[in-house]
């Protein structure tokens, strides 16, 4: 087969480095095969190193509950693992599946974005100023208000209803986020009568749009493993419960969330990891990190991305131009041949033209 190689795309860098999480959005977990660029085209690769779906897309998505978007021509479609098309490509724009939906563009005609569901039926219908993605039933709608997009306005459900809609009399809302453990983060500004804005304050709503923890935070994360990075207003980070207390003190430059129950905190510059006690279990002395996926985080230095295991040990040095998360034991890296499969131990497992 040709020689596979990497093709840089911003939505196919898995590696998420690590940064305070207040404005970042929630990650998306690919699943196998791994996308891959032959060329100018995209497919699709086996942990095996052989190509499962031919190199043949103008553009593409990773897998996500079993269907990946592609682009064949000027249109957006869904294939299945097989590369056979599920949801024939009839879209001007198409993203991931999550919770049975998937956001998509209509046509080029409307700039507004609305959800398919597994049969490629229509089951809400274009209002959204961006792609989004549903969790836990829910997604951000950043709807379309007096002509203008992407203005937050609540949440809304698989059947296309605003269950809740935010309104405060003198607050301005600056950021929604998706629901992450039963409760999602919201950003609000007080608006005064003169049109200035006061400061951003971050809290948390439940399904049922109620403040389970109040806007007291000038910078927040999503829950996982039941904690939330949040930030004081000295701009020192720490973690929060679902009662909004800190359980762990701030006391980090910046945090990201907890994942296989560790998480990436900065001190002196450099990123470590902490556990739930706040304990440093691996000691700030990377550049940047990701979360950790199946055991391995990924590490970078100089624009070169290595791995470091649960235990501090770096299995491999930051000397790769690209690395997925791993998946089922193994991940999707490129070095200066082109791209490889690797195992948690950092062994080579097949390079694809070797095949």
Known sequence: MDTVKRKVRALAIVILLARPTALGGREMHFGLPFLVAVDSKYGYMGANCRMVVPAQFDEAFEFTE????????????????SGKFVIAPRFAGAFHFANGLASVQIDKTSALWGFIDRTGKLVIKPQFGTPLWFSEGLVEGYGEENGILNVPLGYVDKSDR??????????????????????????????????????SRWGYLDHTGTWVIPRAFSRAGDFHDGLAAASREDGTWGYIDKTGQFVIAPRFQAATEFSEGLAAVRVGGKWGFIDRTGTVVIA????AVSIFRGG?????????????????????????????????????????????IIDSSGQMLCRPEEK
């Not at 079993?66 to 693992?81: Q, T």
């Not at 700030?284 to 550049?287: G, R």
């Not at 991305?305 to 998360?325: F, H, K, Q, R, T």
Request: hydrophobic share 40%; net charge negative; charged share 20%.
């Open 66 to 81: 079993g269907l990946a978007a592609v682009k064949a021509g000027d249109k957006w479609g869904y294939i299945d693992r």
């Open 162 to 199: 605003y269950v809740i809609r935010l309104e405060e009399q003198g607050m301005m809302i600056e950021f929604l986020v998706g629901f992450s453990e039963g409760l999602a983060r919201v950003s609000m500004r007080p608006q005064h009568d003169d049109g200035s804005v006061g400061p």
């Open 284 to 287: 700030p002395q990377f550049e």
């Open 296 to 340: 391995m985080a990924g590490i970078a230095s100089g624009r070169k991305i290595g791995y470091v295991n649960g235990a501090g040990e770096v299995v491999v040095p930051p000397s790769l131009e690209y690395g997925s998360e791993f998946t089922n034991g193994v991940a999707l890296v490129s070095d200066s041949r082109g791209y490889k």
